[in-house]
């Protein structure tokens, strides 16, 4: 199900964290190394998850200022790639 981010922080807000299907990092400092486990997880769920970057679990899901938006997406990506290629091998 698609809903929009209003929508969806205030459910994350009522139910006091991240859920099973969505993740929130402040990501101030940078990419996180503990988005990885949370990459593996998400990408293990039937029609995946969501990661939402820039949003501060600690303080009831306030946004943060984010150094490099497009470093965070590279880096996002980037994780994402390395996942794929190290799981398992493809058998034909």
């Not at 139910?15 to 990408?43: F, I």
């Not at 946004?63 to 470093?71: D, E, G, I």
Request: no cysteine.
């Amino acid at each position: 199900m698609v809903e929009d981010l209003s929508s969806l922080v205030a459910r994350l807000r009522a139910g006091g964290g991240d859920t099973s299907d969505v993740e929130v990092k402040a990501a101030a400092g940078g990419l996180p190394e503990s988005l990885t486990p949370s990459l593996s997880a998400l990408a293990n769920l039937p029609g995946g998850g969501t990661i939402i970057l820039g949003l501060d679990e600690r303080a009831d899901f306030a946004p943060v200022k984010l150094s490099s938006a497009q470093q965070l997406k590279q880096g996002l990506a980037s994780k994402s790639r390395s996942l794929r290629a190290a799981g398992p091998a493809r058998h034909q």
